[in-house]
């Protein structure tokens, strides 16, 4: 049976790996995908807190294929990782059923059943198709979980001791792939409690405990605080010895094994048990080793910021310090509204050195004073989970729970004001509704009961909503299936399974009632990495407003399909009035498997076939292909750019082209990469002294108006290099912005602008570029951006990326020329001010958008468009298609403008990427080359699709999320008002009909949003 074991095994693998290859995309997708690609060809750091193992070991992989495999042997690595996977998940269900009911047929039937639902699951599907960490980490999670299992059944005590040495390694290792899965030993400790000592309820309550408190001494005091004392260490023998950087984390790691070899062989000579704990100690420093990668690819060419040149830089990468995750309160803090105390507003921080690479010595950067804010211990809440100083925070904390809270009179900057603070109550209340329902509890439905979408969920009805199918129990929170529209009807990824494996999974939870041990593990390895990850994580609302974050609970759902699995032993026992053993497992088995897997696999087919998605590889080129020769592009955000890192540094196109990341311009090693050569790209200039933006200094500029003139940029910059010219802010000297209008001379003889035809953009040059932009604080990405601007306008193109969002602009969108998927700055203005104000360079524009292949494949209803690519076609590509074709009309050139509306519509159609607002503006430029009929068709199919959505959300009462729903109803009905306004000028018959409707709709509107409105 041993054999058979393997063989079933051996097929298991080669099936689902097939089953993934077929279905990973070829190329890059969006998120980390392209930046692991990037990263794992040039072997260098991924964004904190990095995964280190995974990248040696996708490094060693790709050095046997060329450039140009990347991206699909990394998303290969994925779905081989992802098959061993499932594999390792049969061993341990069929381990299970052997040690609870002894009946290899079922063991087996139980074992494939749990395998192959979460081999065909949504979330670890999806994780298995494109290049991210989650499968090898998965991988890790559950081999550790396979040995744990073999060790708690081994009686003898060699064996025991070798299989705890071995988990000592694999989590060493697979701490290099994702933090996380160091939380596996709070599982174990029950586990390691029950084979000692048994199991009572106190007992399970220790093990808890102290499971708790293992895994928070390993990883603060083991690892951070290993690297804490590096530092110091290395402060010392740096600044006093005059020994290289990082002397004093090879000295520790010297001392830390060369004690703990001491201590062994003391310990073995002794024949004390002593010598194995250190041993295991010694193997999980040996497996984690791979942190140590970083420092030496510090010194890596290329366009990532994660340069780690210090072991604090590496402890800092580790506590992900640049997303702020170290800030995070978890037992006790402040509640999102707390001022400032009034007596100490500021306390005293820890001094903050940082290493001169020219003076090769640590030098103290800030010595701390008044550097931690304080915030008044009236506002603190145990157990804070709304505690987020953004202001955004304050809106979407509100949208999730209605906070009414307790009225407080606290003095702010020397006035009382009465101030609303949040009760425990309505604390946990979000808790639940955002972190526990929405985060965690939605995306395990997701996998198991079925699901609206995969269309980004921020708890309107319309999107990311669990769904059954079963219209009895969706219609509370989603609405009756009746009334919704067409589109989200057929979209491919909505997938539905009834509650069948939800169910047998619930079933698989009772066939361990008999075995308390494995019965309570499996629990607590379910919340760990499912209500643990929440509560430890303590997630912002706005998080969502990001993309989708079910990836992170995969460990949970891991253990749900195992449970699933496990539903074939009670199912067995249900159906005992079936005499025949082969015909009782026979039934179980069809059961099972229509209810689970075979279910999973034809529900989840399409929306996981991914071999035609290369809309983020099109949309990365059409960006660059339309910058100038030798341009500087800036953008923001992780998916405009990781793709153009990826082209750039891997398949070496276009990278003549400087790319700048605004969002990381806060980084001081991203900023020095920025003055050196990549690639093809010269270095940029820059007059910003470095002592003012290396780590450890502000990185807040307050306003301080000082002129109402004009901020010439160059005067700028030496009055922020000055010493001198500083105020006194928060008991602290510190630089501020004397203005907020700017101003930057231009010599409009270089290069860079006598190439520019100004008739043809019938604007003319100007000498300086003067706006304004004002901002309570300038962050230093502001002012850092603003002098690469000032320094290199004159030399090289300026151009901005199309993306939807505006603070990479720093305020200068009325000095930009449209050209193609990118903005460029220009010191222009128009000879006439009838003409309008946005000018596009339409000639060069045509020629971008129009003479190309891309984006020729997401015009098939067949294929399966993800909701990113989605949102990006609606409120991007059309964008920019509309600014052209307005162009052209403006210019009097109707049938190019034509062509360019025809090729949008004909690549993007309503019947795979809904039409709305960016369609719509298209729509009404039919109009305007005398295609009436064309026109009224697309924006009669624009206010459709608005009015669906308007009607479906307001034919019921939403029971879940009301505040959000109201608000998103209110913003539908603005939309769909303004469209008939609009459509009036072009088609006043028709729209004179639907104004009629609205008026009527209106009425009953406004009865609906007072009954849900719960404020």
Known sequence: MKNNEKIVGFLL??????????????????????????????????????????????????????????????????????ALTIVLVYRIINFLILKINGNLKVALVSAIVGAL??????????????????????????????????????????SSNRLLLVFSLVLGISVGVHLINLSVIIPF????????????????????????????????????????????????????????????LFVLIVLFFGISLLGMFIAKKRESMLANYILGILLFALGSSSYLLPIF????????????????????????????????????????????????????????YSYNSESKQYELVDSGKFSKVNYAHEFDMFFPRMYSQK??????????????????QYPVMGKDREMIRPTFSENIQFFINYQVKWLYLRYLYWNFIGKQNDTKGTGAIFNGNWQSGINYFDKDRIGDSSVFPSNYQEDKSNDVYYFLPFLLGIIGLWSLRKNKSYLITS????????????????????????????????????????????????????????????????????????????????????????????FAYDLAKMYLNSCPKNAVLITNGDNFTFPLWYLQEVEKFRDDVRVINYDQLNIATYIDKLQQTTFSASPLRMTFAKKYYREGNPKLFPLQKDTEQPLDAFMLFEFLNNDKTTINWNGKMQHYVPGDLFSISVDTTKAAFTNIDLNKIQSQLVSKIVWKNTKDF???????????????????????????????????????????????LLPVKRVSEQLNPKIVASEVSEKIILDNSLFNNLNHSDEFIRSENVEYIQTIVRRNYYFLAQALIENGKKEEAKRVLERCFVLFPNKTVAFRQYAFALGKLYYKIGEAKKGNEICMQCIQNIKNELVWITS??????????????????????????????????????????????????????????PY
């Open 189 to 248: 400790a029950v586990l390691y409690m029950q084979k000692k000592k048994g199991l009572d309820w106190k007992k399970i309550l220790l093990a808890l405990i102290l499971g708790t408190f293992s895994f928070l001494a390993l990883y603060i005091i083991g690892i951070q605080g290993f690297l804490k004392l590096a530092f110091i260490l290395d402060i010392s023998l740096v600044n006093n010895f005059q020994w290289p950087v990082n002397s004093g």
């Open 523 to 614: 629990i607590v390895l379910f919340l760990t990495f499912g209500i643990g990850i929440t509560i430890y994580v303590n997630p912002l609302p706005e998080s969502i407003l990001i993309r989708e974050r079910d990836y992170i609970f995969l460990g949970s759902f891991i253990v749900f399909s195992i449970w699933i699995g496990l539903a074939v032993v009670t199912l067995y026992d249900w159906f005992q009035k079936i005499t025949s053993e082969k015909i009782r497992i026979g039934v179980v088995t069809i059961v099972v498997v229509l209810a689970s897997p075979m279910q999973l696999l034809a529900k989840n087919w399409d929306n996981h076939q991914r071999t035609s998605d290369v």
């Open 297 to 352: 690819r510090n010194n890596v060419n290329s366009s990532f910021s994660n340069q780690i040149v210090t072991s604090n830089d590496l402890l800092r990468y580790i506590q992900a310090k640049q997303f702020g995750v170290d800030n995070i309160p978890l037992v006790k803090g402040k509640v999102f509204n707390a001022p400032l105390d009034k007596d100490f507003p500021f306390l005293n921080g820890e001094a903050i």
């Open 391 to 408: 202001p955004s925070s304050a809106q979407q904390y509100a949208n999730w729970v209605a906070i009414k809270g307790e009225k407080i």
């Open 956 to 1013: 019921f009462n939403p029971q879940t999320n009301p505040i959000l729903n109201v608000k998103k109803a209110a913003k539908l009905k603005e939309i769909y008002e303004q469209m008939i306004v609009q459509f009036e000028v072009y088609n006043p018959q028709q729209a004179q009909l639907e104004k009629k409707e609205a008026i009527a709709f209106a009425n009953e509107f406004n009865k609906w949003q007072i009954k849900n409105w």
């Open 13 to 82: 693998f080669v099936f689902v790996f097939a089953l993934y290859a077929f279905s990973i995309s070829k190329t890059i997708a969006f998120w980390d995908s392209s930046e692991f690609v990037t990263t794992n060809f040039h072997l260098q750091s991924t964004h904190p807190p990095g995964a280190p193992f995974y990248t040696l070991l996708c490094n060693f992989i790709l050095l046997f294929f060329p450039a140009s495999w990347a991206a699909l042997i990394s998303n290969l690595i994925s779905a081989f990782f992802g």
């Open 117 to 158: 639902s979460l081999a065909f699951s949504n979330t670890f599907w999806t994780a298995a198709t494109e290049t991210e960490v989650y499968t090898l980490s998965m991988f890790l999670l559950m081999l550790l979980f396979y040995i744990m299992l073999l060790w708690h059944t081994s009686n003898e005590s060699g």
């Open 778 to 824: 300038y962050q230093l990405n502001d002012l850092i951006l603003l002098n690469l601007i000032q320094e290199n306008i004159n030399n090289k193109p300026i151009c901005f990326l199309v993306n939807g969002n505006r603070e990479h602009y720093l305020g200068l969108q009325d000095h930009l020329v449209h050209r193609g998927f990118v903005e460029q």
